[in-house]
């Protein structure tokens, strides 16, 4: 008689994430976000219970695209102007160290779990102290599984862009030209 163990099971995360996408449009000053979060388990309906934006509104203006929910194979808008909280985050105000970034914040009401909550906006506007220079990070691991990543930038008219790779991950990078600017994606 042989003995089998049965093959363990991945742990279950409170959440998966099946869309993580960003696509940057330097010249515009514009970076598009789009999520889509799925709620595995009862610790999950916290984590994503509450969605929120960061942004420093005295150089960049946020534009939510939408906000909904997804149970059963039907979405419900969820996205109301009134529900947007925003509140400052002053953590060193203690030490008279104020940076003026600011966080969108909505409270999700009658999330369950097996609930996908499906979310995308856009900031315009670029931090003044670059002095017209661009640099972003696009984080390819998490301790959240990710189903789908995908990034874009597209370059200004006559930049060029410096890309690094860190860590282990390996990406898919492609590079087109488009209308005289260079786009990268991931």
């Known amino acids: 008689a042989s003995s089998s163990t049965p093959a363990a099971s991945p742990p279950v995360t409170p959440t998966r994430m099946h869309i993580v996408e960003c696509q940057v449009d330097v010249a515009r000053s514009e970076e598009f976000r ?3 979060s799925r709620v595995e388990t009862e610790a999950g309906l916290q984590q994503i219970g509450q969605v929120s934006v960061d942004f420093a509104p005295s150089y960049q203006k946020l534009h939510w695209h939408f906000l909904r929910v997804w149970r059963d194979g039907k979405a419900r808008d969820v996205l109301e102007p009134a529900a947007i ?3 400052r985050q002053e953590e060193n105000a203690e030490r008279f160290l104020y940076h003026g ?5 909505v409270l999700l009401h009658d999330i369950r779990v097996g609930d996908v909550v499906e ?20 984080v390819c691991t998490s301790s959240v599984p990710m189903d789908r990543i995908y990034y874009r930038v597209i370059g200004a008219p006559g930049s060029r862009l410096q890309i690094a790779t860190l860590g282990e991950f390996q990406t898919v990078h492609q590079q087109a030209e488009v209308n005289g600017c260079v786009e990268h994606t991931w």
Not at 101 to 105: E, Q, S, V
Not at 119 to 138: K, M
Request: hydrophobic share 40%; aromatic share 20%.
């Open 85 to 87: 909280q925003v509140l």
């Open 101 to 105: 970034r600011m966080t969108a914040l």
């Open 34 to 36: 789009h999520y889509a």
């Open 119 to 138: 979310w995308a906006y856009t900031i315009t506007g670029q931090n003044p102290v670059f002095g017209g220079r661009f640099s972003t990070r696009f």
